[in-house]
C-alpha cells in the first residue's frame, strides 16, 4: 500500500460545480497537510496548508483533514476554468521530514 | 525577478550521454530540493540541500549526484543517461529546515519551472 493514495481522475465538471478532491494515507506519522497546484507544464504552488485535523478555508477552496480516518478533501466552489490544473495532496511528519505526494487528480473544468 | 529558475527548460539527449541541470533561488532560502516528476505525474523527491549540506538522499541511482556551490543554488548532474531517465525535473526551495512546529512559513516549497528531459 503506497504512503499516499490519490484518484489521478481526470475529473471533468462544468463551470459553477463543486469539486471534491481526496486523498487517503497510511501513515498516522503524518501532521502537515497540504495541497499544491499544477498548471500544464508548470511547477507546483502551494495552495492550502493546514495543521493536523480540522477545516481551513481561503476564498473558494477549503481543505478538510480528518487523521482519525486519515482522509483529507479540497473543496473547490463556483469552480471556474482557470481551476483546471492538477491538484497534489502532499503531507509531512514534522518540520525536519520530507514532503511525501499524492500522484495528483486532473480537473477540468468546462466553462 | 523569477523566483526559483532552472536551466535548460528542455534537454533532449542520448542514451550514455552526461548532462547537468542548474537551480538558482533568489528567496533566501536555506533549503533546496530536487524532485522527478514521471509520465503520470509522481513527483518525488530525490535531494535535499540545507545550507549546502545533504540532508535527504532517497534511493536514486548513483549515477545521479547533486551538487549546491552555495545556499542559492543546487544543480543535478547526471551520469550514463538511461531511457528511464526521461520524466521532468523540478528544483524547489524553503525558508528553513527542522526549525520549531513548522508552519507555511517556513515549510513551503516554492518550485521552479521544470527541466524536461527526454533520453533517446
Known amino acids: 500500500q503506497k504512503e499516499v493514495e490519490q484518484d489521478p481522475g481526470p475529473l471533468s465538471v462544468p463551470e459553477g460545480a463543486i469539486v471534491s478532491l481526496n486523498c487517503t494515507y497510511s501513515?498516522?506519522?503524518?501532521?502537515?497537510f497540504m495541497w499544491y497546484r499544477q498548471y500544464s507544464r508548470k511547477g507546483p504552488e502551494l495552495l492550502m496548508y493546514?495543521?493536523?485535523?480540522g477545516n481551513k478555508e481561503d476564498g473558494r477552496f477549503t481543505a478538510q483533514v480528518d487523521k482519525s480516518s486519515k482522509y483529507i478533501s479540497l473543496f473547490i466552489r463556483d469552480s471556474q476554468p482557470s481551476d483546471s490544473a492538477t491538484y497534489l495532496c502532499?503531507?509531512?511528519?514534522?518540520?525536519?521530514?520530507?514532503?511525501?505526494f499524492g500522484k495528483g487528480t486532473l480537473l477540468t473544468v468546462n466553462p | 525577478d523569477t523566483a526559483v529558475s532552472q536551466t535548460p527548460k528542455y534537454l533532449v539527449t542520448q542514451m550514455g550521454n552526461d548532462k547537468s541541470i542548474k537551480c538558482e533561488q533568489n528567496?533566501?532560502?536555506?533549503?533546496m530540493y530536487w524532485y522527478k516528476q514521471d509520465s503520470k505525474k509522481f513527483l518525488k523527491i530525490m535531494f535535499s540541500?540545507?545550507?549546502?549540506?545533504l540532508i535527504i538522499n532517497e534511493t536514486v541511482p548513483n549515477r545521479f549526484s547533486p551538487k549546491s556551490p552555495d545556499k542559492a543554488h543546487l544543480n543535478l548532474h547526471i551520469n550514463s543517461l538511461e531511457l528511464g531517465d526521461s520524466a521532468v525535473y523540478f528544483c524547489?526551495?524553503?525558508?528553513?529546515w527542522g526549525r520549531g512546529s513548522g508552519g507555511p512559513e517556513t515549510d513551503t516549497q516554492y518550485f521552479g519551472p521544470g527541466t524536461r528531459l527526454t533520453v533517446l
Open positions: 502532499a503531507m509531512k511528519k514534522g518540520s525536519n521530514y520530507k514532503l511525501t
Open positions: 493546514t495543521y493536523s485535523s
Open positions: 524547489a526551495s524553503s525558508q528553513v
Open positions: 540541500y540545507n545550507n549546502k549540506e
Open positions: 528567496l533566501g532560502h536555506d533549503t
Open positions: 501513515n498516522s506519522a503524518f501532521q502537515y
